[in-house]
């Protein structure tokens, strides 16, 4: 990292360095004094300038060149408005002034402008712009890039707590660092993509403590080739606070996307990787390794045979309470993680869920950490390659997860806590794996392939066949009420519908309990019977609730009585009684 020089006691420039140490009398102090006068100090840009160079003392009013950390270089209505910084240029701050013009600054090779103060000041309502092409700018201490400026290309640092303001960066063979406790703050970033040099990369890190801030950024995917598309690296330890990153796709076959990587933290951002749609061109990409943190995550999907956007986490990331969408042919991945389980805070879309890498063994998905209601339509398998580990799902937090496609992960699917609806009719919503509801709900209309067990020591646990009102869930494979089991049922009385369990057998331990509940107000005829479980298998159903027993009557509104060998003769039956 450069030197803070902002004391006055900052060295001379190489321009007096002729001085030789021997000159040490009364008439070379005099000498260099007049020097630093005149060429440096604060000054404002002539009205009517001899020339574009900065470096020219007659341009400036009074007549000396402002570079020092201590300077301030003023700008107002000028004739010539197009200025070349020919030297290392240090400032504390550049201001400029209602009504100002608008100035274009060329920093050619061998230049560097600095700020040490202020920074940027633009009250002229015009665009300010900054060409640094290959060149460097820095930002130390408060220094602020600005409001209604532009910057392109070059090496852009920011120190201390230096702000990108409210400016606009234009990547064009560029890197843009962050370092200290630095900020892009309010900054609006065009990253790659542009025409630049043969062999250039464009990228934005953020290292140390630095802060994305409430930055915009929209990663551009390369226009030739391996080369000149937009990154954003967020380092361990650094932020990306409210930021919005957009990661395009790519344009032709070949295209580098734009990337986000997060090693730091995502905290509460917004982050997008796009689909193509170009046939076979690649979507933009989204790498966790971190800590997802609270932000949210959308991976869209390609069209016209372009691919979808990725989202990938790996390397011991953290989900949080990320909020993750995945739509179309666009993808969520895990990868190599340390352990076993990926927590995120929710998962919506229609899009493909990869919960296992070949060769990386298997991994456990918990969704539902930040108790936000969450329906998701596409597929949730093992990996890409069919050969992968199994994968498995958790389900945690007070909130509702809705599955409606159909699933092809391996691993089970466990319950924990607040609800989960299976809401599709073709093939499984969970997989051919097993269920384990230990604690919450397990519901829906939909179809289970595995065996199904409700119910664990110490918890409570239920089965609520339907979503909204009475339903029907169909299980495959055998159905067990175990210890601290509730089968929830309702019957709507003014539809004469109830909800009903569907399995190929049925195992009601001692301690499992039956609730009903009536949703509608009418009375029923005597006699009416509702079928509430349903055995495929021939024999009985084993064991009976607790507080249901064979024939045993249950009032509400109506007065039903059970009955274990109802329907076929091995059906649990409700009977309007008088």
Not at 353 to 376: P, R, S, W, Y
Request: glycine share 14%.
């Amino acid at each position: 990292m450069p030197p803070n020089k902002t004391s006055p006691a900052f060295p001379f420039r190489p321009a007096l360095l002729f001085l030789r140490p021997r000159i040490v009398g009364l008439g070379a102090l005099l000498f260099l004094g007049l020097s630093l006068r005149a060429f440096a100090g604060s000054a404002t840009w002539n009205t009517n300038p001899g020339s574009n160079s900065w470096n020219t003392a007659k341009n400036w009013t009074p007549a000396t060149v402002p570079n020092g950390p201590e300077d301030l270089a003023s700008f107002n209505v000028s004739n010539i408005t197009d200025l070349i910084l020919d030297t290392d240029i240090d400032l504390t701050a550049m201001i400029f002034d209602p009504g100002a013009s608008a100035y274009n600054f060329t920093l050619p090779l061998g230049s560097t402008l600095n700020f040490f103060g202020d920074g940027i000041t633009n009250d002229s309502g015009e665009l300010q712009s900054f060409l640094l092409s290959i060149r460097k700018l820095n930002f130390y201490n408060q220094a602020t890039a600005g409001s209604e400026t532009l910057f392109q290309a070059g090496q852009i640092s920011f120190y201390d707590n230096a702000t990108a303001g409210e400016a606009t960066f234009e990547t064009i063979a560029s890197l843009i660092a962050f370092h200290g406790s630095s900020s892009a703050d309010h900054g609006t970033f065009l990253n790659g993509g542009f025409d630049q040099r043969d062999h250039t990369i464009d990228g934005i890190s953020f290292f140390d403590q630095s802060s994305a801030g409430e930055g915009y950024f929209v990663d551009n995917a390369s226009t030739r080739g391996l080369e000149n598309n937009g990154s954003v690296y967020i380092a361990a330890g650094a932020t990306a606070d409210t930021a919005t990153v957009v990661n395009m796709a790519g344009t032709f076959v070949g295209a580098l996307p734009g990337t986000m990587t997060i090693d730091g933290t995502g905290a509460s951002g917004t982050f997008s990787a796009l689909g193509s749609n170009v046939a076979g061109a690649a979507g933009g990409q989204i790498l966790v390794f971190g800590n997802a943190d609270n932000a949210s995550y959308t991976a869209t999907g390609g069209s016209n045979g372009g691919n979808g956007g990725i989202l990938f986490f790996s390397l011991g990331a953290q989900g949080g309470t990320a909020r993750c969408t995945v739509l179309g042919n666009a993808t969520m991945k895990m990868g190599t993680t340390d352990g076993i389980d990926l927590s995120i805070g929710s998962l919506n879309g229609d899009g493909l869920v990869f919960i296992t890498t070949l060769g990386f063994g298997e991994k456990q998905l918990t969704v539902g950490t930040n108790n936000l209601d969450a329906t998701f339509s596409g597929v949730i398998g093992n990996g890409i390659d069919q050969a992968a580990s199994a994968g498995s799902l958790l389900k945690t937090g007070s909130a509702t997860f809705t599955l409606a496609g159909e699933n092809t992960y391996t691993g089970g699917t466990v319950v924990q806590e607040g609800k989960l609806i299976v809401a599709t009719q073709t093939g499984s919503a969970t997989g051919p794996g097993r269920v384990r509801v230990d604690a919450g709900t397990l519901g829906g209309t939909g179809v289970i392939e595995g065996r199904v067990r409700v119910g664990a020591a110490g918890t409570s646990a239920f089965l609520s066949p339907g979503i909204t009102g009475v339903g029907m869930l169909e299980l495959h494979k055998d159905l067990v009420f175990a210890r601290h089991a509730t089968y929830d049922c309702e019957i709507d009385t003014d539809q004469s519908k109830a909800d009903v369990v569907s399995a190929k057998k049925v195992i009601i331990q001692s301690s499992a309990m039956f609730s009903l509940t009536e949703l509608g107000t009418a009375i029923l005829p005597i006699g009416t019977t509702f079928r509430v479980i349903e055995m495929k298998h021939l024999g009985p159903i084993v064991g009976t609730f607790a507080n249901l027993p064979d024939r045993a009557v249950i009032a509400v509104s109506n007065r039903y009585q059970a009955s274990y060998e109802g329907g076929d003769g091995n059906d649990l039956t409700l009977t309007v009684v008088p």
